[in-house]
């Protein structure tokens, strides 16, 4: 059992645990991910490793409630314990050697671009942060990107936070302001990741975007995770989950992201239906 030792309410539909986990914590590096069961009979999710902390032996995970799983995560609280968190899962990032790097995260993708920012920042390495969000209401890990960035940005759609726009909007800006980058990283949503690759592309500039498709056994034998990259099939959790941005077919990924709404939606009404406890159901 894995016991959570902090949890923290980071806006109304994101959460932030840490969890007792000495073993993963010790050999955790930013781009891997862990895979967790709440209970016997329960699902398998994947959740990108967002910290860790090698002396308390703890692995932060943060995590939006969409669905059945998740949610049932955000009810537990500090003192409860995860049946099977395993991990680290999946290729740590290759960090090393850059002297000038954007990192952009997009909503939740901001809490996976955090540990690759701080990585680079404790590596030497000018860090420009960007992170953008539906409103400021949803903004996540401020504090925490702003410790690490030589510069942060931070833009809304709706501009509640005075700064309206999108993170392609702002790397746009910074790269014709004459910022020499030598790696982009990218982590968010399927289309923001295509955006910034295809603007990127551009100017020359070498992407990185993490890859989250469905996983199941995290090993690579289901084959649920399988992304086209400069046309091979790669599997997010034993060949990424990072890639070039490049080379990644996001059309099909966003077609098969889409698969299993309807499964998802299904298994959620029928847990919300049932009434008190845990259901293996």
Do not use: W
Request: glycine share 12%; aromatic share 6%.
């Amino acid at each position: 059992m894995y016991k959570i030792v902090r949890k923290e309410i980071l806006n109304p539909q994101v959460k932030l645990m840490e969890v007792q986990a000495p073993a993963i914590a010790k050999k955790a590096e930013p781009g891997q991910f862990i895979i967790l069961r709440i209970y016997d009979g329960g699902e398998r999710i994947p959740l990108t490793i967002a910290d860790y902390d090698r002396e308390k032996g703890t692995v932060t995970i943060i995590f939006q409630e969409v669905g059945k799983t998740t949610k049932l995560l955000g009810t537990l609280n500090e003192g409860d314990s995860l049946l099977d968190f395993v991990g680290p899962l999946g290729v740590a990032s290759h960090l090393e050697g850059y002297k000038k790097v954007a990192v952009i995260g997009g909503g939740l993708g901001t809490a996976i671009a955090y540990p690759q920012a701080k990585k680079l920042h404790s590596l030497g390495a000018e860090v420009h942060c960007i992170a953008g969000f539906r409103n400021k209401d949803l903004i996540i890990l401020e504090d925490e990107m702003k410790a690490v960035s030589d510069q942060l940005y931070i833009t809304t759609d709706d501009g509640s936070n005075g700064n309206k726009g999108f993170v392609t909007d702002v790397l746009k800006k910074l790269i014709e302001e004459g910022n020499q980058y030598d790696l982009v990283v990218a982590i968010g949503p399927l289309i923001m990741m295509k955006v910034v690759s295809n603007l990127t592309r551009e100017y020359g500039i070498k992407t990185i975007v993490s890859m989250n498709p469905v996983m199941v056994d995290g090993t690579g034998m289901c084959g649920g995770c399988r992304v086209t990259v400069g046309g091979e099939t790669k599997f997010a959790c034993v060949d990424g989950p990072d890639f070039d941005g490049h080379l990644i077919d996001f059309d099909e990924a966003m077609r098969r992201q889409s698969m299993y709404k309807e499964h998802e939606r299904h298994s959620q009404e029928k847990h919300e239906c049932k009434l008190g406890g845990v259901t293996n159901a």
